[in-house]
């Protein structure tokens, strides 16, 4: 996908939010770390949000690597209010140097509870397919072969919830981990 962006002109914005999120020993890796080139059209978002559960300190930040892409960047955020706060940066910087080893309790958790998720719908809900993600606390469910009517709301509906187009869970679900 990277490749086909650089080859129309199109810059690169890469949400790798749930980077630490990853099982089975499996790494993430970075899209800016695909080639000098693809580095050079993409801002990486990045958070200890997800990984370390601080989402309320509203803390985030942008990796631009191309000096031109930066100023850019922040050029267009010129007169926007930033909402960091002092205590959000520092849980954002303990989470970041402290936090190894409860990353790595918290991996091995969310790991069986994928694991057991996978093991329950494999045995206890038929027609139902689940592929195991590399990463992440989010699990996507495949529910094509129960030959449901499309549950996506009319444009006149206000859902509370919706679900996605099918797509191949195969070899999109987790795939920033390797």
């Known amino acids: ?23 089975d020993g499996r790494r993430h890796i970075p899209t800016a770390s695909l080639s000098p080139e693809i580095a050079r059209r993409t801002i990486t978002l990045m958070s200890a949000s997800k990984a370390y559960n601080i989402a309320g300190m509203k803390t985030c930040f942008a990796i631009i690597q191309d000096p031109a892409t930066r100023l850019a ?8 209010v ?5 205590l959000g940066l520092e849980a954002t910087l303990a989470a970041l140097t402290h936090g190894g080893p409860w990353l790595q309790a918290l991996l091995g958790y969310l790991q069986a509870n994928r694991d057991y998720l996978l093991h329950a719908v494999q045995t206890r809900l038929p027609g139902i397919r689940m592929h195991a993600p590399q990463g992440t606390y989010l699990a996507w469910l495949d529910c094509s072969a129960l ?11 206000k859902p509370r919830s919706a679900s996605a187009p099918a797509w191949n869970s195969e070899t999109t ?6």
């Open 1 to 23: 996908m990277a490749t086909a962006c650089l080859d129309q002109g199109a810059l690169i914005i890469s949400d790798e939010i749930h980077a630490e999120l990853c099982f």
């Open 73 to 80: 960047f922040n050029n267009a955020r010129a007169g926007m």
């Open 82 to 86: 930033d909402s960091v706060s002092p």
């Open 147 to 157: 030959g449901l009517d499309d549950p996506t709301p009319s444009s006149s509906s």
């Open 173 to 178: 679900a987790g795939s920033s981990c390797a």
